[in-house]
C-alpha cells in the first residue's frame, strides 16, 4: 500500500538490487501467446534456403518413405525468418531432443537404419 510520505523514484531512474532481489529480477518472464487461430499441419519434409539476410524453411508431406518420390513434395507451409531467430530456434529445437533423447533414447534419422530387418524387402531366394 502506498501512502503520500513514501518517495517514488523517476520511471527512467533504474532501481537497485539487494542480493536478496537479485534471483527474482533474473528469472524470465514468459511471452503470453495466443493460439485461438492456430492451424497445426504436419510435416515430414523440410527444406532451408536463404540469402544473406534471411532464412526460408519449407515444410511439406512427402508420401514417399524411402528413396525419391515419383511426384514432387508438395510445401504447404513457408517460414521465412531472420538468422537471430533462427540461431534461438535452433537452440530451442537442440535442448528439446536432447531431453527426448534422455528419456527415450537416441533417435535414428537414417530410415534404412530404423527399419526391422524383418520388414525389409528380401531378395528372393536364388534358385
Do not use: W
Amino acid at each position: 500500500m502506498s501512502t503520500s510520505s513514501e518517495k517514488t523514484k523517476p520511471a527512467s531512474e533504474p532501481e537497485a538490487q539487494t542480493p536478496a532481489d537479485a534471483p527474482v529480477a533474473q528469472q524470465r518472464q514468459q511471452v503470453k501467446v495466443d493460439d485461438s487461430n492456430l492451424t497445426a499441419s504436419y510435416a515430414n519434409f523440410c527444406r532451408v534456403t536463404g540469402t544473406p539476410e534471411e532464412l526460408i524453411i519449407d515444410f511439406g508431406l512427402n508420401p514417399q518413405p524411402f528413396g525419391i518420390p515419383p511426384d514432387p513434395v508438395v510445401v504447404s507451409q513457408r517460414i521465412v525468418t531472420n538468422y537471430f531467430t533462427a540461431k534461438r530456434m535452433l537452440h530451442a529445437l537442440q535442448l528439446t531432443v536432447q531431453r527426448h533423447e534422455a528419456t527415450f533414447g537416441v533417435l535414428e534419422t537414417d530410415v534404412q537404419k530404423r527399419v526391422m530387418p524383418s520388414a525389409r524387402v528380401q531378395p528372393p531366394p536364388r534358385t
